[in-house]
């Protein structure tokens, strides 16, 4: 089974640019697609990005998402920090056996 | 508004059941497949189940294969979770989701707000 690897926090300074990264284990992480997830504490999570850079309504274009298929990794970046950011961020993708959650990246913004 | 809404969480002893419901509106519930997603306390997010959008077919966690089942009901836009042989590990928030899958990608994701279920004797 494949894993996606996510570092445990990241902080970062209101106004200021942050960038969550996602490792796939094996295989290509190009072949199927990134979902973000954010989860803000005491809340179910919500989905913040869909098929690796798309953006449900709603959500601002402050969130962005990308793959790097050099380094088999997707990366969610969020521009002009807020403190309402602050939150757990979780990367998703899958494959036919299985639907794999990274283990969540904690954003603190001071 | 797509609205997700869990029910059926509570407190079981270990080996007993529980059968969660989730309540779908806002969305062609019977075009997209679903899931189970789990959250043990001050853990992080776990799939456990899916179902494709006829019910035909349906894959699990290996923590709870044989255990689990994963249901649907389209003309009432319900989806469910039967748990049995519940133990302690499975203690955790059970979140209804659509989230994008292999069979069905594309499209924005939606979660309920979660139900607890907390197996201690």
């Known amino acids: 089974n494949f894993m996606l690897t996510q570092p445990h926090s990241v902080s970062e300074s209101p106004g200021k640019t942050v960038t969550i990264s996602c490792t796939g284990s094996s295989g290509s992480i190009a072949s199927t697609s990134v979902q973000w997830h954010q989860q803000r504490p005491g809340s179910a999570p919500t989905n913040v990005i869909y098929?690796?850079?798309?953006?449900p309504s709603g959500v601002p274009d402050r969130f962005s998402g990308s793959i790097d298929s050099s380094s088999n990794a997707a990366s969610l970046t969020i521009s002009g920090l807020r403190t309402e950011d602050e939150a757990d961020y979780y990367c998703?993708?899958?494959?036919?056996?299985?639907?794999?959650f990274g283990g969540g990246t904690k954003l603190t913004v001071l | 508004e797509v609205q997700l809404v869990e029910s059926g969480g509570g407190l079981v002893q270990p080996g007993g059941s529980l059968r969660l419901s989730c309540a779908a509106s806002?969305?062609?519930?019977?075009?997209?497949?679903m899931h189970w997603v789990r959250q043990a306390p001050g853990k992080g997010l776990v799939w456990v189940s899916r179902i494709n959008s006829d019910g035909s077919s349906t894959t699990y966690a290996d923590s709870v294969k044989g255990r689990f089942t994963i249901s649907r009901d389209n003309a009432k836009n319900t989806l469910y979770l039967q748990m049995n042989s519940l133990r302690a590990e499975d203690t955790a928030v059970y979140y209804c989701?659509?989230?994008?899958?292999?069979?069905?990608?594309?499209?924005?994701?939606?979660w309920g707000q979660g139900t607890l279920v907390t197996v201690s004797s």
């Open positions: 989701a659509r989230i994008d899958d292999y069979g069905d990608f594309g499209h924005p994701g939606y």
């Open positions: 806002g969305l062609t519930f019977s075009s997209y497949w």
């Open positions: 098929e690796d850079n798309q953006r």
């Open positions: 998703q993708s899958y494959d036919s056996n299985n639907v794999v």
